[in-house]
Each structure stands twice: as structure tokens, then as C-alpha cells.
């Protein structure tokens, strides 16, 4: 009964992904004065993506045609763990497995970059892996202010050690800094421009330059799932409160568009920041963190 | 008694290896496959001999030679024989890639390289089974010495000498921090036998400086901060086998003896031992790590990368000797698995890589990353092994890389049972915010490794007329790319090994660890709780891939169309591909003021001042140890000589003067006037 | 006994006022002849065989061989000669005075009512006054016969100490000072041969 429970779930992740990320999209729209897509537009970009024909450079080798793959099937397995990790009783569900099968996706397609052979590539894909080093310690601390008194990583464990908390100072601390991490790990405003294709101003998206067709919407599809999972995660285990005790999930998924929203609000207020200021910002995230630690 | 008669035989058949290559000596074919098939079935017999020591129990073998100081044996128990099995497997590869590639060495002394190649593994061998002080320091300084004449190998080039001589020197300075703690130990304990050291209760003071001796001594073997300035320089001097085998298990030989001590002569210390060592093993990660990335010299790299996981290893060994001082047997066991473990995978991982770096070396005749590229397509196996190592490196899942570390962040999570309050919450974070920061780098080092190395077009003409590499050197790879994977795949072998190894110490419980299914890996300890299942990855990867796959052919064949990578316009050359100075810089700004770069630009002005200018880009890095740690104490040295220099004046009669006064003062003195 | 005693002091006193080459090598040889003969005289004495034969070997070998050698180099030296030692040989008595006085100090200070107090002092000052002729001349040969006056000392102190020491040590001392001799002996010719003086205190030119 939990496996198919977790099965449906981790359904339900992969196939709402892309609504979250247009539902971003169109809000951001709207606050800009602009109409913008409709929220299932992303659906209607993969349906177009996966009809089109591909084209390959000559210059690259079997990891370009398997990074896409191995990529999704991390963000396939991270979903899977993420729901798995709604019961606690087993030992699928641990946090450290989670974020670095998103890192082993993250590891081929860098290298699929670097695989084209052009400047834009490999600039993507070095900042790309910039990004990622910082990142990682943020994550880690933010993440820690809770695993460290539950003693665990297990997601399921470290949920239910929040519990219902009261509003505290650590917990807007812990959770200011994971928002920045999700920023940054979901390549949004102020961090890196998700819109844009030019090549000097995304991290992201410079790396999958030379993806088109069928490999691109597996990209672009498992990008709008890891960015669902940690939005998740950052609900799961920063916004604490159940609202229907009822039914959790319709808690979590208020709680998901409300994320949704804040993030659209915050990409329209701030701008993209240099890149050699993110240090900074990321910095900002382990001192929130640190703070939070010490005021637990 | 299996076990007893495998170790006379490894001993007989390294020892025939050694001999051997002077009768063979002018026939260059014979020399490689009588010599490296007697350290191949060597190997093989190290392996077989720890597993019967790890099936049947300890054995204890006596030389019959009764020396003044005692009879010198060997003993093998679950510590030596894991260590042995280490040395064996790693062994087995380099032996079969020897095979290959020893034809680059036809006409460059080859029976002498392989004569001491036998001797390197005949004296790492000894080591590990040692059960007397003088045994244990004799087989030391023969390892140190045999590998200093290896890694001096080609001379010719002045580079590998000053690489030889510096690590002679250290590798001395660590030694006698050795022999210190040794001497001391067994003068308290009145015996030079191992077995009567253990557990000897010595006064506090001298525990404290045998441990600080132990810390130094090995730590300069191993590659700790500060100690590790060797390293950089010696692996990529010496032949790439017997890199591979250096960072593979000599390394480990480092860490076997502070486990000896730290566990068996030592016993359970005081909390600040097990701090100092976490303090300095995860600087050590994170410095070896950074210097790695900036590397673009392919051996330096790996080096460096070594560095980086002894310092992993070492954070393990720390967090096992806290959780010791502090009474929590079952969170000990899970660091000193952690940290044991992730010996292993580093042995197979780095030595797998150091062997993919030679077969480069010998397609390309380079180790500079910057002219090499596009080898995938030619070098096709030796990129999918070098792949698995990057990956396993990386600490990915589902190799056994992401194994260890998960033991290592488990070990650092439950740190704050050990350090009540605040202080332990805050050190444990950031410890693992930092590990967190090293899997990061050393992911990053991987990808620009292999991706400047293997992918993309080829930017010199040597790399363009690469070839594939001979089946031996493939075949040497492909097990333990192999390896890498099952041990990835199945936690629960290593971990009964493990299991039996630490058993026997006190303040280690690793029971807790192993009774589980095949596939999983978990533990409990006071309210907490940690578990990962390898099957579970490996299944939700696979179908991941599967639903992929199946994605992308639901929808009919995909119509390919071939294009050019888009360069604005322009036809693409390798001149247009990203470099591996350029990938590392941006992190070189981030740490510049750890890595403390110099940038130089210059322009060539000779060609027309219309159509670009030809420019050059010189980065200088400032080796902070070297030039903070080690060349004042050099200059201090030198000084204190110059001074010294006066009393030697070149009168012989001033000289037999000394002499004369010293006798005469000694007499008067000695007889009490 | 004593007569030998009295005869070996006078020798080592002597020996610091020499100049001419042949004069240091001829009374070397009588010290040597005089040292065999308290071998033998002790000898008899104790009644031990091995004395009689480290007498003779010190017979063949400190009277014998190397005072050949020495004085067939010193044949070949003609124009050699200790003319300026860094002490005069005034001053070098003084100081072998004062070693006397010294060793039979340290004697009385160490043994005190010893019976052989004579030959131990005059041992130990033999010694004392090789180490002076070594710190004190400036010609090989020269150091050469103050290196075997030291181990005729030092042989004397073994002799008179416990009576005739064990074969074994007694040997392993005097093939030492042979390998010594033989060494500076040749250093000595292969200085001649190059037609550079023998005056070891041109040696300092060598150092960098």
C-alpha cells in the first residue's frame, strides 16, 4: 500500500512539474504588466520539443547522446526518493542520496558540455560547476540546522522531528537561507536568468546549447522536476504546519504555489547579480545558517 | 594454517620477481613477463592469504633467525590482512598493466625497474605483517628507499630528481618521528614485540608525544597538511604504474600504521586527539582538493586529489577517535568503516585513474591536459574506465565512492554525541558544510579532467594521432573499473570484512552495521539513525533511464540531422574550446586567497597590428606551504650552517687541536677534579 | 720495568725537540723496540703465551716494517725538515712537561696507590705527548711519528693495566694504527711524487 502510494506520488511530482514552472512563468508575467503564456504552456513546449528533429555536432561523442538520460534519471530517482521519504520506516528516503543523484545528473551534462567543443559550452558548463561547489556547503548548512537535532538524515525523520513548531528566529533564519540556496540551485533571478538565451548571461542554459529535439525536452522536463523537488523539500521541511490535518497533500500543494508565487515576486524585484557576487550571496545563505544553528 | 604457508609463498615468489631480472636482464620481452608475472601471482597470493586469514583467523609466522634483539617474525591479523588485500588487488591490476605498458621502457633500464617494482610490493608487504619494532622500521625504510630509486627512474630529466629529493627527505623527516614514537612506546613497554606493546599503559605526557610523533611521522607518509608537499611532485615523476601503486597503497601503508597505534598501542585517548586530526585532515581535503582544480597537469592533479582523499580518510580515523574518548562504540564503528572503506575505494579508484593517465601518456607522449582532447573517440576504452573513476571519485552514486563519504557525512552528523551543546552542533556543521564543499570540488576537478582530456576536439597534433592502448593495460583497467562498480553495488561485502577487521578493538562496534540485507547500509545509535539502499538507487537510476528511453523512441525514430557545433558563424577548431585554465578560473578567484595566483599577459606585437596580436597567458600559482612553511626553515638552515662554517678552518693541526682540548677536558673532568 | 718506563719518557720528551725527519723516525724506533720489549718482559711475568706473540708481532711490525717504510720515504725527502713547527721545540717541551704532570695527576686522582702508578702515568702521557706532536709539526712524517707514539701510549696503558689484554683487542688496536700509518704513508709519498711539499699546513689551500 505505501509503495503505491509513493509510486503515485512520485508520479504526481514528475507530471506537475512542468504546471509549477509555468505557473512561475506566467506570474512573473502578470507582474510585469504583461500577459504572458498560459500556465500549461510548458506542456505544450515538450509535446513540440519531442516532435522535432535533432541536431548533433559532429564533434561529439556517446556521453552527449547518454548525459540527457542520465540526467533525468536523476531527477527521476530524486522524486522517487523524495516521496519514498513520506514514510519514514526505511531506509530509501535519506537526504544526502538525494542530492547527489541530482548531482550525478548535473556531472554528465556538464561533461556533454564540455563535449560540443564550442566556448559557450564550456562556459556553461564551468560556471555551472562553479555554481554547484558553492552551493553545495549552503545546502548542506541550511539543511543541517535540521538533520543536526534530529540526528538523521532521512527525510521522512527530519519532517517529523519539525513537527509544528511556533514561528522562531531559526526557523526564518534556516529557512531565508534555504530559499537562497533554492534560488540559486534552481538557476532563478537574482542567480541566473532561466529566460534568456543569451550566452553570457546563463549558467544553465548556456550548458545545453547544443541540445535540440527530443534530448532538450528531457532536459528541460527534469530541470522543472529537480526545481519541483527542492521547492518540495524546502516546504517539507521550512514551512512546517499542517493546515487540513486531514489531508497533508493538500497542505503541501498550497504551500508549493505559495513558494511558487514568492519566487515569481522575488525574480521580478531583484536582478541578476554578477557572477562573482554570488560567492557573496551564497556566503549570506551559511551565515543565516550558522545563526540558525546558534540560535536553536 | 593455510594462511602461514600463502605468506611464505608471496615472500618466495616477489623475492624470485627481484632475482630473477638478473638473469633475464638483456632480453627486454622476458624481462616484463617473467618479472611482472611473479608479482602478478605474488599479488594473487596476497589476496589469498588475507582471505584465509579473514576465513580461518590470525596467523603468526616466524622467521627461524633469533636476531640480538629478538626474533623477527610477521603476524598477520584482520588489520594487516585488509590492508594486504588492498595491496594485493591493486597489485594484480598494476602487475597486468605492466605488462603493456613496461614497452615504453625497453631502452630505459627496464630489468632494474622491474626488479625493484617486485621489491616495492616484497617491502609494502612486509610492512603491513610486521610484528616487531626493528622488522617494522627496516621494511619502512627499504619501501621509502625503493620507491625513491623508482620514482627517480628517468633521471635524465632534472625535474624528477628534485621531485626524488624532496621526497627522500621528507619521507626521512616522517620516519624518524616514527622510530620516535616506536622507541618510546617500547622502552615504557620494556619489549620491541608488537604484541607485547599493546594497550601498555604509558604516563600521560608521553601518550601525548608518542601521538604527536604518530601524527607527524605517518601523516608525512600519508600526505597531510603540511607534510604533503612530496606528493605533488613525486607521483607524476615516477612511471605510472608504480604511481598508481604509490597513491594507491603506499598511502595506505601510512594509514594502517596510525590505525596500529591509534587503535591497538595507543588505545582510548583523550577528546583533543580525535580534534586535532579532524581539524587538520579537513583542512588537508579542502587545500589538496582546490589545488587540485587548478592543476592542468594531469598526474599533479591526481596528486593533489590523493591529497584530498587522505584527508577524507583521515576525517573518518578523527571522528572514530572521538567517538572513542567519548564512549559511543557504535558511532565509532561507523567512522572507522567509513574511514577504512573509503581506503579501499580510494586505492582502486585513484590507482584505476593513475593507470587511464598512463595510457594517455603513452598514446600522447603528454600530461598536459591543455594539448590533449578528443581522445574519446580514439581511446575509447580507456575513456569509459577513466569515466568510472571519475564518476567514483566524484563520490557519485552508484559507485562505491558515494558509499564511503555517506559513512563520512554520518560519522561528522553524529559528532555533536560527542561534543555536548553548541559546540559540537556548530563543528559538526561546518565540518560538513566543508566535506560537503571538498565532493563539490572534487567534482568539478573530475568533470574538467576528464572533459579537457577526452571530449571535444584534440588540440595538438599527438593528441589527433592517438591510439588505443594494448589489451593488457585495458583488460588491467577493466577489472577494476569493475571493482569499483560491485563495491558500489554491494555495501554489505565490504562491510562484513570490515565488520570482522574492527572487531577486534576496543570502543569499535560495528555489528550494528552489518546485519542487513545484501544491499543496504544503515545503523542506529541513541535516537538517531541513518540508511541508505544501494539496490533502491541502483533500481530508480535504471528505470530512470528506462523511462527516458522510452521518452525519446515512443515517438517514432528521431530524424538526426548532422550540424556544426554553432560558433557564431565560424568553423570550429580546437583553438575555440574551453581550456582547463580557464574552467578553474573562476574558482581560482573565489580561494585566490588560498592559491594566491599571479596573472601574466603577454602580447606578442611582432604580427600585423590590423589582424590580432599573438598573446600569451601565464598563470603562476604561489604554493603557500612551500613558500610559508618550508623555505624559511630551509634559509633558517642555511644560515645556522654558514655559521657554523667558521670553525672549519682546513689546518689539520687546528683539527687534531679539538681533539686534543676535548680529550683533556674529558679526563680532568670524568676524573672529578 | 721501570728502567723501560723511564727510557720510553725520555724518548716522548725527546722526540718534541727533533727536527731533521730521520732523527723523529730512528728514536721511534728505539720507543717501539723498548714498548716490545716491556711486552715481553710482562710476559714473563704473568707467564701468558699470547704476549709472547704480540711481542714479537710488535717486533716485526712497529721495529720492523713500518720504520723501513718510514724511513725509505724520508730517504726520498731530502730537502724536508721540521725547520718552523707551530711550536718551538722549547715551548713543545714545556707542554710535554706539563702532560706529565698532568698524567700523573690523573693517575693519582683516579688510581690512588696503584702499583704500576709509574708506567700508567708515563702511558697516558706518551699518549697526551703524541696528540702534541700531532697538533704541533707541520710535516706528515712528522704527524706519523706522533700518531705512533700515541699507540705505543695507549698500548702501554692496556699492558700495564691488566697485565696483557685479550689477543683480540690487542690486535684489533694495532691494525687500526697500521691501516692509519699505511695510509698517511702513502699520502706522504704520493705528496712527494707530485712534487708538492709534504708541510701539512699547505693543505688549507685545498679548502673552498
Redesign the interface.
Known amino acids: 500500500m505505501d509503495a503505491i502510494i509513493s509510486m503515485i506520488q512520485s508520479l504526481g511530482i514528475m507530471l506537475l512539474a512542468p504546471l509549477v514552472a509555468g505557473i512561475i512563468k506566467t506570474v512573473k508575467a502578470r507582474l510585469q504588466n504583461r500577459r504572458g503564456p498560459s500556465v500549461l504552456q510548458p506542456y505544450f513546449d515538450l509535446m513540440k520539443l519531442l516532435g522535432k528533429d535533432s541536431v548533433v555536432s559532429p564533434t561529439v561523442s556517446w556521453i552527449f547522446h547518454v548525459a540527457p538520460y542520465v540526467y533525468f534519471a536523476g531527477a527521476f530517482a530524486a522524486a522517487a526518493i523524495l516521496s519514498v521519504a513520506f514514510f519514514p520506516r526505511n531506509n530509501f528516503g535519506d537526504l544526502f542520496t538525494l542530492i547527489y543523484v541530482l548531482a550525478l545528473g548535473r556531472f554528465f551534462l556538464v561533461m556533454a558540455s564540455l563535449d560540443g567543443g564550442s566556448a559557450f559550452g564550456g562556459m556553461g558548463g564551468a560556471r555551472e560547476m562553479f555554481i554547484g561547489i558553492l552551493v553545495e556547503p549552503a545546502m548542506l548548512l541550511s539543511i543541517l540546522t535540521i538533520a543536526i537535532k534530529a540526528q538523521t538524515t532521512n527525510v521522512g525523520m527530519m519532517v517529523e522531528s519539525v513537527g509544528n513548531p511556533l514561528l522562531s528566529l531559526h526557523y526564518v533564519f534556516a529557512s531565508l537561507a534555504f530559499y537562497i540556496v533554492l534560488l540559486t540551485e534552481t538557476g532563478r533571478i537574482p542567480v541566473d536568468n532561466p529566460d534568456t538565451h543569451l550566452e553570457l548571461t546563463m549558467i544553465h542554459e548556456g550548458m545545453v546549447l547544443e541540445y535540440s529535439g527530443r534530448k532538450l525536452a528531457l532536459i528541460f522536463w527534469a530541470s522543472a522536476v529537480k526545481q519541483l523537488i527542492l521547492i518540495v523539500l524546502f516546504v517539507l521541511l521550512f514551512l512546517p504546519g499542517s493546515i487540513f490535518s486531514g489531508a497533508p497533500i493538500i497542505g503541501i500543494i498550497l504551500k508549493v504555489l505559495l513558494v511558487a508565487l514568492f519566487i515569481a515576486g522575488t525574480e521580478t524585484i531583484t536582478n541578476k547579480m554578477r557572477l562573482f557576487n554570488v560567492p557573496k550571496f551564497l556566503a549570506l545563505s551559511c551565515l543565516l545558517s550558522l545563526l540558525a544553528l546558534v540560535a536553536q | 594454517m593455510l594462511a602461514g604457508e600463502l605468506y611464505y609463498l608471496m615472500l618466495l615468489l616477489f623475492g624470485t620477481g627481484i632475482v630473477s631480472v638478473f638473469f633475464t636482464r638483456n632480453s627486454a620481452k622476458y624481462t616484463n613477463y617473467i618479472a611482472h608475472s611473479m608479482a602478478l601471482m605474488g599479488c594473487v597470493t596476497a589476496i589469498l592469504c588475507a582471505t584465509f586469514v579473514f576465513l580461518e583467523g590470525e596467523v603468526m609466522v616466524a622467521l627461524p633467525v633469533s636476531l640480538p634483539f629478538g626474533v623477527i617474525g610477521g603476524s598477520i591479523d584482520y588489520l594487516s590482512a585488509y590492508f594486504l588485500l588492498i595491496v594485493g588487488v591493486v597489485g594484480v591490476a598494476t602487475s597486468i598493466y605492466a605488462y603493456g605498458y613496461s614497452r615504453e621502457y625497453d631502452h630505459c633500464r627496464l630489468p632494474l625497474m622491474a626488479g625493484l617494482y617486485n621489491a616495492f610490493l616484497l617491502s609494502m608487504v612486509l610492512v603491513l605483517t610486521a610484528n616487531h619494532v626493528i622488522g617494522f622500521i627496516i621494511a619502512w625504510e627499504v619501501m621509502s628507499l625503493v620507491s625513491f630509486f623508482l620514482v627517480n627512474h628517468e633521471h635524465e630529466k632534472s625535474v624528477n630528481n628534485r621531485a626524488a629529493y624532496i621526497y627522500i627527505v621528507m619521507t626521512h623527516i616522517g620516519t624518524v618521528f616514527i622510530i620516535i614514537a616506536f622507541l618510546l612506546l617500547s622502552l615504557g613497554a620494556g619489549s620491541m614485540d608488537f604484541s607485547q606493546l599493546r594497550g601498555y599503559l604509558v604516563s600521560e605526557t608521553l601518550r601525548n608525544i608518542i601521538f604527536i610523533s604518530v601524527l607527524i611521522g605517518f601523516g608525512t607518509k600519508a600526505g597531510m597538511i603540511p607534510f604533503h608537499i612530496w606528493l605533488p611532485r613525486a607521483h607524476p615523476a615516477a612511471p605510472s604504474h608504480i604511481s598508481a601503486l604509490m597513491s594507491g597503497v603506499m598511502l595506505k601503508t601510512a594509514i594502517y600504521g596510525m590505525c596500529r597505534f591509534f587503535l591497538e598501542f595507543l588505545g582510548i585517548g583523550p577528546i583533543w586527539w580525535g580534534t586535532l586530526i579532524l581539524v587538520l585532515a579537513i583542512i588537508t581535503a579542502v587545500i589538496g582538493v582546490l589545488y587540485a582544480v587548478i592543476e592542468h597537469d594531469l598526474k599533479r592533479l591526481l596528486a593533489y586529489s590523493s591529497v584530498e582523499n587522505i584527508g577524507i580518510i583521515l576525517v573518518g580515523i578523527g571522528a572514530g577517535m572521538v567517538f572513542m574518548s567519548s564512549n559511543q562504540p557504535i558511532l565509532a564503528g561507523v567512522a572507522f568503516s567509513a574511514a577504512l572503506y573509503h581506503a579501499f575505494n580510494h586505492a582502486l579508484f585513484k590507482s584505476l585513474y593513475f593507470m587511464g593517465a598512463g595510457a594517455v601518456m603513452q598514446a600522447t607522449h603528454t600530461k598536459n591536459m591543455e594539448q590533449l582532447g578528443g581522445l574519446i573517440k580514439r581511446m575509447p576504452y580507456t575513456a569509459v574506465f577513466c569515466l568510472v573513476s571519475s564518476v567514483a571519485i566524484a563520490s557519485l552514486p552508484p559507485l562505491n565512492g558515494f558509499v564511503s563519504e555517506w559513512l563520512t557525512f554520518q560519522a561528522l552528523l553524529f559528532l555533536p554525541q560527542a561534543f555536548l551543546g553548541l559546540t559540537g552542533s556548530f563543528f559538526s556543521a561546518v565540518l560538513i558544510a566543508l566535506l560537503g564543499l571538498t565532493g563539490a570540488l572534487a567534482a568539478a576537478c573530475f568533470v574538467e579532467a576528464f572533459g579537457i582530456t577526452f571530449l571535444a576536439k584534440p588540440r595538438s597534433k599527438s593528441a589527433a594521432q592517438a591510439v588505443e592502448v594494448s589489451a593488457p593495460m585495458l583488460i588491467s583497467m577493466g577489472v577494476v573499473a569493475g571493482l569499483c562498480v560491485l563495491l558500489g553495488i554491494w555495501p554489505q561485502m565490504m562491510l562484513l570484512v570490515l565488520n570482522q577487521t574492527l572487531m577486534s578493538f576496543p570502543g569499535i562496534d560495528t555489528v550494528g552495521l552489518v546485519n542487513h540485507e545484501w544491499y543496504a547500509l544503515a545503523f542506529t545509535a541513541n535516537q538517531g539513525s541513518g540508511g541508505i539502499s544501494t539496490l533502491g538507487i541502483i533500481l530508480l537510476l535504471v528505470s530512470g533511464f528506462l523511462v527516458a528511453l522510452l521518452l525519446h523512441y515512443r515517438f517514432g525514430k528521431e530524424k538526426v540531422r548532422i550540424g556544426e557545433t554553432w560558433t557564431c558563424g565560424i568553423v570550429p577548431n580546437s583553438h575555440m574550446e574551453y581550456t582547463a585554465t580557464g574552467f578553474s578560473k573562476s574558482i581560482r578567484m573565489v580561494f585566490k586567497n588560498i592559491v594566491h595566483p599571479h596573472y601574466e599577459t603577454l602580447v606578442n606585437a611582432n604580427n600585423n597590428k590590423y589582424h590580432g596580436q599573438k598573446l600569451s597567458y601565464h598563470v603562476r600559482i604561489r604554493y603557500v606551504f612551500v613558500s610559508v612553511v618550508y623555505r624559511p626553515i630551509n634559509e633558517m638552515i642555511i644560515r645556522i650552517a654558514k655559521f657554523m662554517k667558521s670553525i672549519q678552518t682546513g689546518s689539520v693541526q687546528l683539527y687534531v687541536g679539538y681533539i686534543m682540548a676535548v680529550t683533556v677536558i674529558i679526563l680532568i673532568w670524568s676524573t672529578g677534579w | 720495568m721501570s728502567i723501560l718506563t723511564i727510557l720510553l719518557l725520555f724518548t716522548s720528551l725527546g722526540l718534541t725537540r727533533v727536527s731533521k725527519l730521520k732523527t723523529g723516525v730512528n728514536i721511534i724506533l728505539i720507543q717501539s723496540f723498548m714498548v716490545g720489549l716491556a711486552c715481553a718482559v710482562v710476559g714473563i711475568e704473568a707467564g701468558a703465551m699470547h704476549m709472547y706473540i704480540a711481542a714479537i708481532l710488535t717486533a716485526v711490525i712497529k721495529v720492523g716494517l713500518i720504520p723501513y717504510a718510514l724511513l725509505s720515504i724520508v730517504e726520498k725527502l731530502e730537502h724536508e725538515s721540521e725547520d718552523h713547527p707551530?711550536l718551538n721545540s722549547n715551548s713543545t717541551s714545556i707542554a710535554a712537561c706539563i702532560a706529565v704532570v698532568?698524567a700523573y695527576?690523573?693517575i693519582d686522582?683516579?688510581l690512588p696507590g696503584a702499583g704500576s702508578r709509574d708506567a700508567l702515568a708515563t702511558a697516558v702521557a706518551m699518549t697526551?705527548i703524541g696528540?702534541?706532536l700531532?697538533?704541533?709539526?707541520?710535516q706528515a712524517v712528522m704527524?706519523i711519528v706522533g700518531l705512533i707514539t700515541m699507540e705505543n701510549g695507549i698500548y702501554l696503558v692496556g699492558l700495564s693495566v691488566t697485565k696483557g689484554l685479550p689477543l683480540i683487542i690487542e690486535m684489533g688496536v694495532f691494525f687500526d694504527v697500521l691501516v692509519a700509518v699505511v695510509v698517511l704513508g702513502i699520502l706522504t709519498y704520493r705528496l712527494k711524487l707530485a712534487g708538492i711539499s709534504t708541510d701539512?699546513?699547505m693543505?688549507?689551500?685545498?679548502?673552498g
Open positions: 707551530i698532568l695527576s690523573l686522582q683516579t697526551l696528540l702534541l700531532i697538533m704541533t709539526r707541520r704527524q701539512t699546513s693543505l688549507k689551500k685545498l679548502k
